[in-house]
Each structure stands twice: as structure tokens, then as C-alpha cells.
């Protein structure tokens, strides 16, 4: 259940995003949703979570932290330069990174019907990314090539969530991860952040608020998901947003894929959801 409701929150939150991004810039975006989606569950662990962590806990939260800041960041950018009926598919793949590792790191088993179900998702990822020269652009390009690094920092990622769920203080653990991501956004702002603000976007604040929750609160039901289940079982279903989101795309953004595209999306969503099910 908090795998099936992270990712009705992941598909709602990338739609959300987009449609954001297409007024706003992404930096501005990333930082003030996930410091507004942060509070809530910094203030959870003040009054029930609140400890000393200790040294192993300190540092996962550190480097979990650091790499969500750099996912959410390439994934915001991707969404801005290319479309979320692509970017969200391909993004799902984080999936396979996370199973593999989770087979070699964790112990966790994986069959022979696994093996070809990841293979038919990275199938249907080279259709996604590949464009002919006509339409082909630098911005979609670099869209593809932040949704990659998107694919394998975020899959690393997990097992090291992992690890902090099954810590005796998760709250705290999610908390001070999501303290080290907002921190490091907030350290970028000189460098990131020079574009003026407008009245525009200043009122795009509340909606940017709204973003940060859903999307704040879809990972932490993940990271609940986590600490119940197997990365294997709990991972597939949770990145299984991309239906989602490409149907909102479609009906309000109005986005269109070549054939080949909708064909590498059809495979990695029922790969996706196969994976769910045999795991």
C-alpha cells in the first residue's frame, strides 16, 4: 500500500512539475518545493523522532541526501528541456539499477523472468531516448542524458535508503537526509539561482508548496515501503508513476511521442508492472 500510493503521488507530482517548469526555472522550483515538502516531516521527527545519530546513520544520511539533491535537480532539468511523457518513463528505469544492486548487495534473488523483464525495460529505454536527426534536438539530447544519470544515481540511491529505513530511527533517518538535500540546494544558490524573481512566479509559490508535499510525502511513502519489503518488491511498484503522468501530459499539456517512443513506452510500462508483479 505505500508502494501503490507512492507512485500515484510520483505520477501526480512529475505532471505537477512540469507544468510548473514550463513558467519557472528549475532551480527555483527544486528548492522551494523541497524545502516547503521538507518541514512537515522535520517537524514529525522534532516530536517523535528526535535522537543523536550515530556515526553509520550520520553518514548515510549524508550521502543519500547529497545524491537526492543531484536526482531532483537532473530530473527537474530534464522535465524543463524535454517531455514528461518521455522523461517520466525513462526515469522509471531507475528500477533495474536498484534490482541489480539489490542482488548484489543485499542478497536479494533474482530469476531467470526478472533477467529478461530488465531487459526488455532497457529495450524499451534506447526507444524512448532515440530520436530521428528531424526531430532530434540539444535540449532533448541533454534531457535523455540527465534522465540516465537520473536512472542510475537514483537506483544507487535506494539501497542506501534502504539501509536508513531499516535503522531504528527511519523518521529521523528520511529527515536528516532531506535537511543534507535542502542544504546543499541552498549552498548552489549563488550559482544556480542569479535569475529574478516576477510577480509571475512569485505567485506560483503556493503551487510550488503543493509540489513539494505530494512529492516530499510520495518518497517517504516509498522509504515506509522500504522498510517493510524488499528493495526488488517495493521499488517496481513505487517507480510505476510513468501511466500517470503521461496521461495528465497528454490531456493537459497536450505532448506527442513518435511511434517508436510510444512503442519503448508501452514496453517499459508493462515491464515495470510485470516486475511488480513477479517480484
Not at 527511519?170 to 535537511?179: D, K, T
Not at 524488499?230 to 510513468?242: E, G, K, R, Y
Amino acid at each position: 500500500m505505500f508502494a501503490i500510493s507512492s507512485m500515484l503521488g510520483f505520477g501526480i507530482a512529475d505532471f505537477m512539475a512540469k507544468a510548473i517548469l514550463n513558467k519557472a526555472s528549475t532551480f527555483r522550483t527544486v528548492l522551494i518545493s523541497q524545502t516547503i515538502g521538507s518541514i512537515l516531516y522535520v517537524g514529525l521527527m522534532v516530536f517523535y523522532d528526535l535522537a543523536l545519530p550515530d556515526a553509520s546513520l550520520f553518514l548515510m544520511t549524508l550521502v543519500s541526501g547529497s545524491l537526492s539533491a543531484v536526482v531532483l535537480f537532473a530530473f527537474y532539468k530534464a522535465l524543463s528541456l524535454g517531455k514528461a511523457s518521455l522523461v517520466s518513463p525513462v526515469s522509471s528505469c531507475l528500477i533495474v539499477v536498484a534490482v541489480v544492486l539489490s542482488l548484489l548487495i543485499l542478497g536479494e534473488t533474482l530469476t531467470g523472468l526478472q533477467t529478461i523483464v530488465i531487459a526488455s525495460v532497457f529495450l524499451g529505454m534506447l526507444l524512448v531516448a532515440f530520436e530521428k536527426s528531424a526531430t532530434k534536438s540539444s535540449s532533448s539530447n541533454m534531457s535523455m542524458l540527465l534522465t540516465l544519470a537520473v536512472v542510475f544515481l537514483g537506483g544507487a540511491n535506494t539501497i542506501i535508503q534502504k539501509w536508513i529505513a531499516a535503522s531504528g530511527h527511519y523518521l529521523l533517518g528520511f529527515s536528516l537526509a532531506r535537511l543534507v538535500a535542502v542544504g546543499l540546494l541552498f549552498s548552489l544558490t549563488p550559482l544556480l539561482g542569479k535569475e529574478a524573481s516576477t510577480p509571475r512566479v512569485a505567485r506560483m509559490y503556493v503551487t510550488m508548496g503543493l509540489l513539494g508535499v505530494l512529492d516530499v510525502t510520495a518518497f517517504f511513502a516509498w522509504f515506509l515501503g522500504l522498510r517493510q519489503g524488499s528493495v526488488s518488491i517495493v521499488t517496481p511498484i513505487a517507480t510505476s508513476s510513468a501511466p500517470v503522468t503521461i496521461i495528465l501530459a497528454h490531456v493537459f499539456l497536450r505532448e506527442r511521442v513518435l511511434l517508436h517512443q510510444k512503442i519503448g513506452i508501452v514496453i517499459i510500462i508493462l515491464g515495470v508492472a510485470l516486475l511488480s508483479a513477479i517480484s
